[in-house]
């Protein structure tokens, strides 16, 4: 058996103890010219003997004068507490370990049986294109036993007289992996003999499928800052195959590679069609926003915070919030009024149910109406300050006076306001 690698890049060898690994490693150390690596081993934690294996990997990489370090993770405990499979709490639990593992590339001992089972296993729960695409090489992880079968992992090791441990809990049928590979598969190889070659002919096929489609699925008008995207409206109303991609890519920036099934994805992509204003709940206490133009994507912070009514004062004057400082000065701004009509009794508060608005060079209507018109996302809508006087809105702050307070050539005390 022979590996292709890059003795140029240093590895992350992960190592479980089992036969495959057993071999990987073994192939890594005969490697002629030598290649730059070390090993890790993960112990789960699921089973009463599961450090015995990690202390046999430990054995094996002594005799070969190679570092091995040993990380232990609660994996049932994760998977209870975040709610997924025990099998998904430990990928993401050693995903978790590998990205941040000192090394260029991370090597795994994926062979072509478990390629053919991740296909399989990926169709039978309603993939799309990038599930049926397999295990593949990226730029941090490589499987350098893709091209090769159990059976013939199993002969070279025998040949080569290599240790390995035996996972007893391989024979389990308690996952979905391992019913799968202990009775779904001779089934199949009884009236297929060559199915795991067809499953990744046709993986390979779908990789390039979805490689093309990735590649229309542009983000170059999408923006990613402090946990919130922003996607332009017009980005999810493509065909559907390029938008959900679109969405796909944006929740890996926003660091999110798992727990989001493709009804959310459409979720969101439909949303592109509904009015502004319309929201969809998502999971990681996510909500997807239609801001008009755009989709937003943030944490769902909908909780309505307080701030008391505070009396407007016919002076200069500065008025701390919870949402910025509102700064009243003399003189000219880009909202400026004429202080005099402003009637006694006016207040600087947020925007309430009920407010009336008659907005400079224009008639009066309802304030939730205007601010529709204005395509404010309703997001921001609890957060918007006004001047009223009762329900009659003088200014709402950062946008716009009512026409009752404009200056003309008789006003004395010019002001303006806006907000930090």
């Known amino acids: 058996m022979n590996i292709s690698l890059d003795v140029t890049k240093k590895y992350a060898l992960a190592v479980s103890g089992g036969v495959d690994s057993m071999v990987l490693l073994h192939l890594f150390v005969t490697h002629k010219p030598n290649v730059n690596f070390f090993v890790v081993t993960v112990n789960h934690n699921l089973r009463e003997d599961a450090q015995k294996d990690c202390d046999f990997v430990k054995r094996q990489c002594q005799k070969y004068g190679i570092d091995c370090v040993c990380h232990q993770v609660d994996c049932l405990g994760y998977a209870q507490e975040n709610k997924v499979s025990i099998e998904t709490a430990g990928r993401i639990l050693r995903k978790q370990i590998f990205e941040n593992l000192p090394c260029d590339l991370v090597a795994t001992a994926h062979h072509k049986d478990d390629n053919a089972e991740s296909i399989l296993m990926h169709l039978l729960r309603g993939s799309g294109l990038t599930g049926a695409s397999g295990i593949k090489d990226d730029l941090r992880f490589v499987h350098p036993l893709l091209p090769f079968t159990k059976e013939e992992i199993l002969s070279f090791a025998k040949e080569m007289g290599i240790k390995w441990v035996q996972d007893q809990s391989n024979f389990e049928n308690v996952f979905v992996r391992n019913r799968l590979r202990n009775q779904v598969f001779p089934l199949l190889e009884e009236s297929f003999p060559n199915f795991k070659d067809n499953l ?221």
């Open 200 to 420: 990744i002919r046709f993986s390979q096929n779908a990789s390039q499928d979805d490689a093309f489609l990735n590649h229309l699925a542009d983000l170059s008008t999408v923006e990613v800052k402090d946990g919130v995207a922003t996607i332009p409206t017009k980005l999810l109303c493509q065909p559907l195959p390029i938008a959900v991609r679109v969405v796909k890519k944006v929740f890996a920036l926003l660091g999110i590679d798992h727990d989001v099934e493709r009804t959310h994805l459409l979720a969101i992509c439909q949303l592109a069609e509904k009015q502004g204003g319309k929201k969809v709940c998502l999971p990681f206490d996510l909500i997807a926003v239609n801001d008009y133009n755009y989709i937003t994507i943030c944490k769902n912070t909908q909780q309505k915070q307080d701030f008391p009514w505070v009396a407007f004062e016919k002076q200069p004057k500065a008025y701390p919030t919870p949402f910025g400082v509102v700064n009243c000065q003399e003189g000219w701004g880009k909202l400026r009024f004429d202080m005099d009509k402003v009637p006694s009794g006016a207040v600087l508060r947020l925007r309430q149910d009920g407010d009336v608005f008659c907005p400079f060079g224009g008639g009066s209507k309802k304030l939730k109406e205007w601010l529709i018109d204005k395509k404010v996302s309703a997001r921001f809508r609890d957060q918007l300050l006004v001047v009223a006087k009762d329900k009659h809105v003088l200014i709402v702050v950062g946008m716009e006076i009512a026409h009752s307070i404009k200056t003309d050539e008789n006003t004395k005390n010019i002001f303006h306001i806006d907000k930090e």
